[in-house]
């Protein structure tokens, strides 16, 4: 089946600072989809992409969409305590077929923020 | 609005309980999906409702009930349960729009505990 490698597994970072974490995968995506996590709640949406090539931003948050559909980047500017939690990409395959509505998710990125 | 509600928050139960766990959408989504999460893993995909019909079962043991009582509402049945199916279930909504900017929106979950 379809998996995703989702680096670094975690990260121990300074407050201020830029984090970037990328997911790549063996197979095409028709959609990635970036997740945080808090412990004991569900996954929010960051930011979905939705055309090879897109970058888009949410804040502080940048996501690209591969040009060759099999890889995403999540940079995060400015690092703030709040930032702390898991990290999921997720990539959905194209419409229609069996496999439409399955995610498939990265295993996460651990991040830590020292004030 | 992009939210998903799910109750109740926290589930303890014994093994011969019967319970069940209930989500809802207000946003017209067409989809709506259940996920079994693990202490940081990703959310692992149970069962996907689209139009109110079953369309995926990840071959769940039969303990665990689907059931789309209408377009907004999911539950989850829950009977004679394992200690190890203990874990934090979370829902999940999504298909509003075309088809190529498919998403999914999850629910604060529900912590389940068996014993």
């Known amino acids: 089946g379809q998996q995703l490698n989702q680096s670094p597994q975690s990260m121990f970072i300074q407050e201020g600072e830029d984090v970037s974490m990328n997911c790549t995968s063996s197979?095409?995506?028709?959609?990635w989809l970036w997740y945080k996590q808090d412990p004991g709640e569900g996954p929010v949406l960051l930011i979905a992409?939705?055309?090879?090539?897109e970058l888009t931003s949410n804040g502080r948050l940048t996501a690209q969409f591969g040009i060759t559909r099999k890889d995403s980047f999540l940079n995060i500017s400015a690092s703030i305590p709040s930032d702390v939690g898991i990290y999921f990409c997720?990539?959905?395959?194209?419409?229609?077929?069996?496999?439409?509505?399955?995610?498939?998710f990265g295993q996460g990125t651990i991040l830590t923020v020292h004030p | 609005d992009t939210e998903v509600t799910q109750t109740p928050k926290h589930l303890v139960m014994g093994m011969t309980n019967k319970k069940s766990l209930k989500c809802e959408q207000h946003?017209?989504?067409?989809?709506m999906y259940w996920y079994k999460q693990k202490a940081k893993k990703p959310p692992e995909l149970m069962f996907v409702?689209?139009?109110?019909?079953?369309?995926i079962n990840e071959s769940v043991p039969s303990r665990f009930s689907p059931e789309c009582p209408n377009s907004s509402l999911l539950n989850l049945h829950l009977h004679a349960l394992q200690p190890e199916d203990s874990a934090l279930y979370l829902c999940?909504?999504?298909?509003?729009?075309?088809?190529?900017?498919?998403?999914?929106?999850f629910g604060p979950g529900t912590r389940l505990l068996v014993l």
């Open positions: 997720a990539g959905l395959p194209n419409a229609g077929g069996t496999s439409y509505g399955k995610l498939t």
């Open positions: 409702y689209s139009y109110e019909k079953l369309s």
């Open positions: 946003m017209g989504h067409r989809a």
């Open positions: 197979s095409i995506f028709n959609t």
């Open positions: 999940a909504s999504g298909g509003v729009g075309y088809f190529y900017q498919e998403t999914q929106y």
């Open positions: 992409l939705y055309k090879a090539g």
